[in-house]
């Protein structure tokens, strides 16, 4: 039987873990030293967390840019509201799309109630692989726009913000 | 970049393993060591090809209210707007973007009051009607990014 974390290891794991996994070779010890308990409490505890949802994986996060995709783009279509969980789901799964997500239309301002995100290492490869997928899933008479990033003002700000590359997931 | 990052980059965005020796799992998969695995890693992150290794978290599970917003500026305002929303401390990512509404950013602030406060706020600094997209529903995306 393996004692649960008491509620201090709970916020000490949670605060080391924000910073990101130890990088060595036996990284749940490091955490279990760091913390004052056994390397099973703690695995433990990150196995149960993540059942729980809190986080996905122990993963990483790409540098798009750094890594040459830098055609970053945000496709937005106005789906009739009866289709736009057919539509989201199928455009979530294509390739090439790395978020997916329904917004509220502000009209007149603003028409469309979907939101795509897309990278690619140049523009006119973008535009083809779109054109492409709204083809292939009979959409391109949806009205729909693509908007292309152009400068980057700001990656990240205060206590809440997530990284980069996921800050669209949670906008 | 050379063949081991990429096949390492690749393995760890399915995960690392919640097993006590999780390197010499992975190192057995990609024929390495788990010495050379964590330099590349160190490397990596150094350089900043990745920005972050750790757990992934769902943030709005973490507490926080989140929104995406527009504004669209004009074009000889753009830089003294760019910088006003750039002091904010809610403000996560600020991006130009070829449409009239022409700034889109991010702002994640502790509570729902928050961001309303600095919606409000944006629009009293700015002059400028703001766009206020939050999300309502997410299509689940297969986060894996091949490399």
């Given at each position: 039987?393996?004692?649960?974390?008491?509620?201090?290891?709970?916020?000490?794991?949670?605060?080391?873990?924000?910073?990101?996994?130890?990088?060595?070779?036996?990284?749940?010890?490091?955490?279990?030293?760091?913390?004052?308990?056994?390397?099973?409490?703690?695995?433990?505890?990150?196995?149960?967390?993540?059942?729980?949802?809190?986080?996905?994986?122990?993963?990483?996060?790409?540098?798009?840019?750094?890594?040459?995709?830098?055609?970053?783009?945000?496709?937005?279509l106005d789906v009739p509201d009866a289709l736009i969980d057919e539509v989201g789901q199928r455009l979530?799964?294509?390739?090439?799309?790395?978020?997916?997500?329904q917004r509220p239309r502000?009209?007149?301002?603003?028409r469309y109630n979907l939101?795509?995100?897309?990278?690619?290492?140049?523009?006119?490869?973008?535009?083809?692989?779109?054109?492409?997928?709204?083809?292939?899933h009979l959409l391109?008479d949806l009205p729909?726009?693509?908007?292309?990033?152009?400068?980057?003002?700001?990656?990240?700000?205060?206590?809440?913000?997530?990284?980069?590359?996921?800050?669209?997931?949670?906008? | 970049?050379?063949?081991?990052?990429?096949?390492?980059?690749?393995?760890?965005?399915?995960?690392?393993?919640?097993?006590?020796?999780?390197?010499?799992?992975?190192?057995?998969?990609?024929?390495?060591?788990?010495?050379?695995?964590?330099?590349?890693?160190?490397?990596?992150?150094?350089?900043?090809?990745?920005?972050?290794?750790?757990?992934?978290?769902?943030?709005?599970?973490?507490?926080?209210?989140?929104?995406?917003?527009?504004?669209?500026?004009?074009?000889?305002?753009?830089?003294?707007?760019?910088?006003?929303?750039?002091?904010?401390?809610?403000?996560?990512?600020?991006?130009?973007?070829?449409?009239?509404?022409?700034?889109?950013?991010?702002?994640?602030?502790?509570?729902?009051?928050?961001?309303?406060?600095?919606?409000?706020?944006?629009?009293?600094?700015?002059?400028?009607?703001?766009?206020?997209?939050?999300?309502e529903q997410?299509y689940?995306?297969?986060?894996?990014?091949?490399?």
């Amino acid at each position: 039987m393996i004692a649960p974390l008491n509620h201090e290891q709970l916020l000490d794991l949670r605060q080391c873990l924000e910073r990101g996994l130890p990088r060595v070779s036996r990284p749940y010890e490091d955490l279990a030293e760091q913390i004052g308990a056994h390397h099973l409490q703690v695995l433990k505890q990150m196995q149960q967390w993540q059942e729980q949802g809190l986080f996905r994986r122990v993963g990483l996060v790409l540098n798009h840019r750094a890594l040459g995709y830098v055609a970053n783009a945000m496709l937005v279509l106005d789906v009739p509201d009866a289709l736009i969980d057919e539509v989201g789901q199928r455009l979530a799964r294509a390739p090439g799309i790395t978020l997916c997500y329904q917004r509220p239309r502000r009209l007149p301002h603003w028409r469309y109630n979907l939101f795509c995100m897309v990278h690619g290492r140049e523009r006119a490869a973008v535009q083809a692989q779109i054109q492409a997928l709204l083809d292939q899933h009979l959409l391109a008479d949806l009205p729909h726009h693509l908007l292309f990033s152009t400068r980057m003002f700001k990656q990240c700000g205060g206590r809440f913000a997530p990284p980069p590359s996921q800050v669209w997931a949670h906008g | 970049m050379d063949e081991l990052d990429r096949q390492l980059i690749n393995r760890l965005q399915r995960g690392l393993p919640l097993v006590r020796h999780p390197w010499q799992a992975v190192a057995a998969e990609l024929r390495s060591t788990p010495d050379e695995l964590l330099d590349r890693l160190h490397l990596l992150l150094e350089d900043g090809v990745l920005t972050r290794f750790g757990p992934m978290f769902d943030i709005e599970r973490l507490g926080g209210a989140f929104t995406l917003a527009a504004l669209a500026v004009p074009e000889s305002r753009f830089e003294q707007v760019a910088a006003q929303l750039n002091e904010l401390p809610q403000v996560a990512h600020n991006y130009r973007r070829e449409h009239p509404w022409n700034m889109w950013f991010v702002l994640a602030c502790a509570t729902c009051a928050d961001l309303d406060q600095t919606l409000a706020h944006i629009h009293t600094i700015t002059g400028l009607e703001v766009l206020n997209l939050p999300k309502e529903q997410t299509y689940h995306v297969g986060l894996y990014f091949p490399v």
